[in-house]
């Protein structure tokens, strides 16, 4: 009998060289429709593999499924298989300079890579951050994970032989309205197309509540359409991936605080706030109004972006009414959304923006699936 016929994907997050960190997975499809498929997290500015799993014999379905929940169409791009294994290999290797092994599933994960000549592929990658190891720690990293880490650094390469960077406590954008400023006066200076502070802090908080855990680089898409921003050169790039990462936490800690189990129905989910409009009262609650608006509008067009990540999420019967208090802000200039809203707020039980997407929160990210 005659081997079977073997043919190999890859796939990669866009814009992955900003921050220096990627999701990778490859498949390896046979003539009877089954795939193989080897999933890679890979840092390529201090730990290599992070981490990896592997899943055999998937049916196209199956293939299809994980695809929209890991690397969504609009947010993912193919690369040569063979790049992807140089990719791969090369910040193990670099890891292993500094002490640092791949994740134990690798060794299970790496079967799909084993009929790939990594020579092939004519790409170059550099690895570390400006020339130097840089471990950036990762949101689930914990306190002894990120000492450990940082030791073997030090024994490694003595305490000046690296960079560490915790987007949590980052030395330059650690006061969070500094880092709202600047975001703001970012996004205001971009073309009239890229969409505004406001908008963009909706996008980022309904893409901490989608059920398939997202990135901050999906994004980048949203910003700036799939052809993306020129930017001046990468350290502009790497600044704002920073800017970006900072205000993300922001948003997932508001997130966090109006979820807790001690919440009260003053805490607000969304980052839109009187004090941001200086003007008299009239006017400062009109500019209130018309930002929230254009939060509410943000938060939508993440569930139009990317509808099937949201599972059921959308369409579930014990949702509908936060869905529906979203949508009457999402389109205000209509009478009726307007005189829905003011009767929702003044019922005997509120109906407010705020608490319907924290309800939505509660349910969501209660059930959602854990990072990779």
């Not at 990120?146 to 960079?163: E, K, N, Q």
């Not at 019967?317 to 209509?334: I, Y």
Request: proline letters at 5%; aromatic letters at 10%; one cysteine or more.
């Amino acid at each position: 009998m005659s081997a079977a016929m073997i043919r190999c994907d890859a796939y990669i997050e866009k814009n992955w060289e900003l921050i220096g960190i990627t999701f990778v997975l490859v498949c390896r499809t046979r003539d009877d429709g089954l795939t193989d498929v080897g999933a890679f997290l890979v840092d390529l500015y201090c730990l290599g593999v992070k981490d990896a799993f592997f899943e055999a014999e998937m049916s196209k379905a199956e293939l299809d499924t994980l695809l929209i929940e890991r690397l969504p169409e609009e947010f993912r791009e193919r690369i040569h298989p063979a790049c992807a294994k140089k990719l791969i290999e090369g910040a193990i290797d670099y890891a292993e300079t500094l002490g640092f092994a791949p994740h134990r599933d690798y060794r299970k994960a790496r079967k799909v890579l084993s009929s790939l000549d990594a020579a092939a592929c004519p790409r170059e990658f550099t690895y570390g951050c400006d020339g130097r190891p840089c471990y950036v720690r990762g949101l689930n990293d914990s306190e002894e994970r990120t000492d450990r880490i940082l030791a073997i650094l030090d024994a490694r390469l003595g305490p000046d032989g690296f960079d560490y960077e915790d987007p949590e406590v980052d030395d330059d954008l650690d006061d969070a309205q500094a880092v709202r400023e600047e975001l703001i006066e970012f996004l205001d200076a971009e073309p009239e197309t890229v969409p505004r502070f406001y908008e963009t802090s909706g996008l980022i908080t309904a893409m901490l509540l989608c059920p398939t855990v997202l990135t901050p680089l999906k994004i980048m898409d949203e910003l700036w359409g799939k052809e993306g921003r020129v930017w001046a050169d990468q350290e502009e790039a790497q600044d704002f991936s920073e800017l970006l990462m900072a205000y993300w936490n922001q948003v997932n800690d508001l997130v966090l605080n109006a979820i807790a189990p001690d919440a009260t129905p003053d805490d607000k989910i969304f980052d839109v706030w009187l004090e941001d409009f200086p003007d008299e009262n009239d006017e400062a609650n009109k500019s209130m109004m018309v930002a929230t608006c254009a939060w509410a509008i943000g938060f939508h067009r993440a569930t139009q972006l990317l509808p099937d990540a949201w599972g059921d999420a959308l369409t579930r019967p014990d949702l509908a009414p936060h869905w529906e208090v979203v949508g009457w802000w999402t389109d205000f200039e209509k009478k009726e959304n307007r005189d829905k809203m003011i009767a929702a707020a003044e019922s005997d039980q509120p109906r407010t923006l705020n608490a319907a997407v924290t309800a939505l929160a509660r349910a969501l990210r209660s059930s959602g699936p854990n990072p990779f």
